[in-house]
């Protein structure tokens, strides 16, 4: 590699602040309470998901950030992706970037894996006819051929993630930014992805892989950071913050229950699909749940809170339904 | 470079994805809207259609106001069109939140192939209206070329409030609930069961306040009268261009938190 490549990513500053919903600051308590909303306004809660956030990628290197579940590890690639704006600093991109971020979110389940395909190419960017042209390598790299035409609602969760996979990787990128997306597939599948990633990584492309793969992240990247509390506390040799990852892991239990807990919280279908069809995911998951009594009690807490709301409005709705 | 969340990665061939977007998602939703049942997009017509004669009974036969089906089935089409376009499009930014989240792209795709779709829909339902009219003894009349006119101020008055209402409900969910209880009351706040002229004179502002009375009138105007759109189609054009810029305004606004408060 030429000594010194040029910066294609970086993140200078970088913070996201979040709002916290705390009981009394509701649009709903405004309304109806608004003496007491007031009152509440000055302890309203804010949260720094990713705090004071810098780091430099030179062009074709593989950079990886661990984290516990909730150190905002995947804030900041959304913010780097460009689909959540910093609170304040700002990121730098040069290249055409390409993201992987638990594909699937965007494939329609009545629509057939083809026509998902290519409205994904469309929605980044790409034409029909460019996506049509590249549909039969990315159909037999995810090895789809006799399903392509069915619709995704028949797929399993690793087939999904193999198409996800298959477009980015086809999408010619000069940066591909991957979320924890390989966790899915099966061991072939995954290893076939990595050594796509490999190859790209060859020709120049740039990576920076969110993961909890710990074993991939020494093995693949050039270097890696750690996040903890939105905060990036080491980046250096893979195999360092991997190790300083672990051992931190090990000491805090208050991560791993807050991590159990925003991980059912941020997307419970998915983890009800895993659960489903993956039994060694599933045996995991319940001794996980199991030696954490805390976990227990937070579980039932939020049954409690959640039971008088019933509805969840962000429901898909069915279009036009008019009532005059 | 940096970076412009909102805006798709910088490609040649922007422009024509983008439209290629557009059209997919709308086939897309209206291939889906109608899959697996056997009349299709037929079902668009049973509605008006239905709401058409049943009214034209009620009103006309028994309450003896002499208001005829043709009547009615002119205001109802282009009022379904609306309310149907307006009603998607308040649950557009939200019902698509999985992909906000993940992918970016125009965002202002949503709500545009949104009122796409319900147009086309109103489109192919256009001959089956003017069919109804020419076996009713209504014949074409060279007023008929003032339709684009009113379609044009339609569609864009659509398209401003499906911006306004697509973005801010995505932070105030109640707007949903809001917006279907106001498409009520407008459509009879609207001269569709009944024509302009037999609103009482005090309550005349009514009928300038609602962008949608002179539309309504117009509608009627050309298609039963062949007469050309009246004057007080400027009040609707200048709503229109209100609510365009309100829309686009409020939409730029909102569009990059869209990922944080789905």
Known sequence: MASDPPVVVAARGVSKRFRMVAPGQELKTMLLHPGAAFRARRHRATHWAVRDVSFEVRRGEFFSVVGANGSGKSTLLRILAGLSKPTSGRVEMNGRLTTLLELGSGFHPQVSGRDNAIMNGLLVGMTRREMEALLPSIVEFAGLQEFIDQPMRTYSSGMYVRLGFAIAAFMDPEILLVDEVLAVGDARFQEKCYDHIAALQQKGVTIVMVSHDLAAVERFSDRAALMERGRLIAIGEPRKVVGLHVERLAQSSIEIRTALEEHIHADQEGMERLLAEDPEAAAAFAAALETNPEFHRLMEERAREQEPAAKDPAEPREPGRPGA | ?262
């Open chain 2, 1 to 262: 470079m940096a970076l412009a969340p909102g805006l798709a990665p910088a490609r040649g061939t922007r422009g024509r994805s983008t439209a290629e977007l557009v059209a997919a998602l709308t086939s897309r939703d209206l291939h889906l809207r109608y899959q697996g049942s056997i009349f299709g997009w037929a079902w668009s017509l049973v509605r008006p259609l239905a709401l058409g004669l049943i009214l034209s009974f009620a009103l006309g036969k028994v309450l003896g106001t002499g208001i005829t089906a043709e009547f009615l089935l002119a205001g109802l089409f282009p009022w379904f069109w609306f309310q149907s376009s307006v009603q998607a499009a308040a649950g557009t930014f939200v019902g698509n939140g999985g992909l906000l989240k993940k992918v970016r792209f125009p965002r202002a795709v949503l709500p545009i192939s949104v009122v796409l779709g319900n147009t086309l829909q109103f489109l192919f339902s256009v001959p089956v209206l003017m069919g109804v009219l020419l076996l009713n003894g209504h014949e074409p009349s060279v007023a008929w070329l003032a339709l684009p006119l009113v379609f044009a101020v339609q569609l864009l008055l659509t398209i401003g409030l499906a911006f306004f209402v697509a973005s801010v409900t995505v932070f105030f969910r109640d707007l949903e609930h809001i917006v279907d209880v106001l498409l009520s009351l407008v459509f009879y706040a609207t001269p569709i069961i009944y024509a302009a002229d037999r609103v009482p004179d005090s309550y005349h502002w009514v009928t300038v306040v609602n962008p949608l009375a002179p539309l309504a009138e117009g509608w009627r105007d050309i298609l039963l009268d062949g007469e050309w759109p009246t004057a007080d189609l400027v009040y609707s054009v200048a709503i229109t261009v209100a609510a365009l810029v309100v829309g686009w305004f409020t939409f730029r606004r909102l569009e990059d938190s869209f990922a944080d408060g789905i």
